[in-house]
């Protein structure tokens, strides 16, 4: 155990540095400078992912001066193989959403260089996350996370995009109250906010059950699980599309990596204590997601109850325990780029004049637009989880770990809704290629460099939907949790 690790860090230090680079530059005035701060944070989350993709898994245990009350150094943030494997799905997530953003603000905001500031120091937070050994660090992180987006969530500053920010701070707090209350009673049964010390001291106390419950709902919160779901559609709707696209991709696994760190990770002290409530959170989310996913005519709007219930999915191989972390890790990773897949055909389909988030505008859009049009079925038909997309493979693996767990009747509850999403999963592509186009409807419009940006970011979303379906080897590698798991029990004893 060391108090500080200058390579365990290596990203989190890059972000920092890009940050604080891109206020620099943001201070500029000029429209010239204020483009500069997009290419900063584009190349340093590349940067932090490269260095990520270069470390292997670390075993190091970071305490940062921190004691027990025998003088003994406490881990309170653990660089190890469930902090690599998340932080790499962040940065992913966060660099498909940059070159999203690139295009989106040009057409509709302008640039604005704090855009960029405020996603880098949220990256920060979900890494803090994800490693955090203490319920302190992962609560900061939790913050650190969340109070950027709630910013980005109105940063298009009109009536939509205001409401949207003011009802996700508003329940983000509430959720927030709900997870202090939790650390504050598992505290009190325990004695300390520790993982390593909470896992010696957890028993049979009715308080720690209660600090348990109260954990989990601040972070069902956090990834839209039913019943803490009214959040999701409306602010899914209202932000920005890019903005969108992050909060449904990297935010949402960083709470998940939270979950996973408490509940589910080699030597997590509160192992088992919540798989019940996840198998019930799991049923309701998939359940409730899909079939208000049937009603929605906007767009947006249907793929924000589609985020609520791949949270169910994710929830089923949490269920499931340690046996069914792989699978869940590697749906999470596939989402990812499913989501932001499909939310970056949405700016792609719109103009200068706004949004295009009807149903009823992508009529016959798949022969005017071919690209769109066959982009945005594969993605249709991977988050149905029809073979050969990754999407198939990743509920296959969730299922398959959740029966050997002895959930069969939690693996129908799946099927059964994987089933009810394709209806409205086909339904789009029904309207690509077999609907009527609107009169008037434009043709394709010339491609300029941010719209280029995001073809390249639809692109690199595509192919590792479509090669994490065919020869997945290179994704299962990525999260490959074996390495992860011996890690975390080295750190830990």
């Known amino acids: 155990m060391v108090d500080f690790d200058w390579g365990a860090l290596s990203a989190s230090l890059v972000l920092l540095g890009t940050a604080t680079l891109t206020v620099l530059?943001?201070?500029?005035?000029?429209?010239?400078?204020?483009?500069?701060?997009?290419?900063?944070?584009?190349?340093?989350?590349?940067?932090?992912?490269?260095?990520?993709?270069?470390?292997?898994?670390?075993?190091?245990?970071?305490?940062?001066g921190a004691r027990d009350r025998i003088g003994s150094a406490l881990p309170v943030f653990l660089a190890d193989g469930y902090t690599h494997v998340f932080t790499l799905i962040f940065l992913i997530g966060a660099a498909l959403a940059i070159l999203l953003s690139m295009a989106y603000l040009e057409r509709h905001n302008g640039v604005r260089g704090?855009?960029?500031?405020?996603?880098?120091?949220?990256?920060?937070?979900?890494?803090?996350?994800?490693?955090?050994?203490?319920?302190?660090?992962?609560?900061?992180g939790l913050e650190l996370m969340s109070l950027p987006?709630?910013?980005?969530?109105?940063?298009?500053?009109?009536?939509?995009?205001?409401?949207?920010?003011?009802?996700?701070?508003?329940?983000?707090?509430?959720?927030?109250?709900?997870?202090?209350?939790?650390?504050?009673?598992?505290?009190?049964?325990?004695?300390?906010?520790?993982?390593?010390?909470?896992?010696?001291?957890?028993?049979?106390?009715?308080?720690?059950?209660?600090?348990?419950?109260?954990?989990?709902?601040?972070?069902?919160?956090k990834v839209a699980a039913v019943p803490f779901h009214q959040w999701a559609p409306d602010v899914y709707?209202?932000?920005?599309?890019?903005?969108?696209?992050?909060?449904?991709?990297?935010?949402?696994?960083?709470?998940?990596?939270?979950?996973?760190?408490?509940?589910?990770?080699?030597?997590?002290?509160?192992a088992g204590e919540a798989s019940t409530i996840f198998a019930v959170l799991a049923v309701l989310t998939m359940s409730v997601g899909n079939l208000v996913a049937l009603t929605q005519k906007n767009v947006k709007r249907m793929l924000a109850y589609s985020s609520i219930a791949h949270a169910g999915y994710v929830l089923v191989a949490f269920a499931a325990g340690e046996s069914g972390a792989q699978s869940g890790v590697f749906y999470l990773l596939v989402y990812s780029l499913m989501s932001i897949g499909a939310f970056g055909t949405l700016i792609l389909a719109g103009s200068s004049e706004g949004e295009r988030l009807n149903l009823d505008d992508y009529n016959g859009m798949g022969f005017r637009k071919p690209f769109l049009g066959v982009v945005l079925s594969v993605f249709m038909l991977s988050l149905a989880g029809f073979p050969p997309m990754a999407g198939f493979l990743g509920k296959f693996l969730?299922?398959?770990?959740?029966?050997?767990?002895?959930?069969?009747?939690?693996?129908?509850?799946?099927?059964?809704?994987?089933?009810?999403?394709?209806?409205?999963?086909?339904?789009?592509?029904?309207?690509?290629?077999?609907?009527?186009?609107?009169?008037?409807?434009?043709?394709?419009?010339?491609?300029?460099?941010?719209?280029?940006?995001?073809?390249?970011?639809?692109?690199?979303?595509?192919?590792?939907?479509?090669i994490g379906g065919v020869a997945p080897g290179g994704l299962m590698g990525a999260v490959d949790l074996g390495a992860a798991s011996a890690a975390t029990a080295s750190v830990l004893h």
């Open 25 to 64: 530059f943001d201070m500029g005035s000029s429209k010239r400078w204020a483009q500069t701060t997009a290419w900063i944070a584009l190349i340093g989350t590349v940067t932090a992912l490269g260095l990520e993709l270069a470390s292997p898994a670390r075993g190091v245990a970071l305490s940062f």
């Open 114 to 140: 704090e855009y960029y500031i405020l996603l880098l120091t949220s990256l920060v937070g979900m890494i803090l996350m994800a490693g955090g050994n203490d319920l302190i660090v992962i609560f900061l």
């Open 149 to 221: 987006l709630y910013v980005l969530a109105g940063f298009r500053r009109n009536r939509e995009s205001s409401e949207s920010s003011l009802k996700y701070f508003l329940l983000g707090a509430f959720s927030s109250g709900f997870f202090l209350y939790g650390i504050a009673l598992i505290y009190g049964a325990t004695g300390s906010t520790n993982l390593r010390d909470i896992a010696g001291g957890v028993g049979g106390s009715g308080l720690l059950g209660v600090g348990v419950v109260l954990l989990v709902v601040g972070l069902a919160f």
């Open 237 to 270: 709707q209202g932000a920005p599309t890019p903005v969108t696209a992050f909060f449904a991709s990297s935010p949402k696994v960083a709470a998940f990596a939270a979950i996973a760190r408490l509940f589910v990770a080699p030597g997590s002290p509160l």
């Open 398 to 466: 969730i299922f398959r770990d959740a029966w050997h767990a002895g959930l069969g009747w939690l693996v129908i509850a799946g099927v059964l809704n994987s089933v009810v999403s394709a209806f409205f999963y086909l339904g789009v592509i029904v309207r690509l290629y077999m609907a009527d186009a609107p009169h008037g409807a434009p043709a394709a419009s010339p491609v300029t460099l941010p719209q280029g940006l995001l073809v390249v970011a639809l692109l690199i979303a595509l192919a590792g939907v479509v």
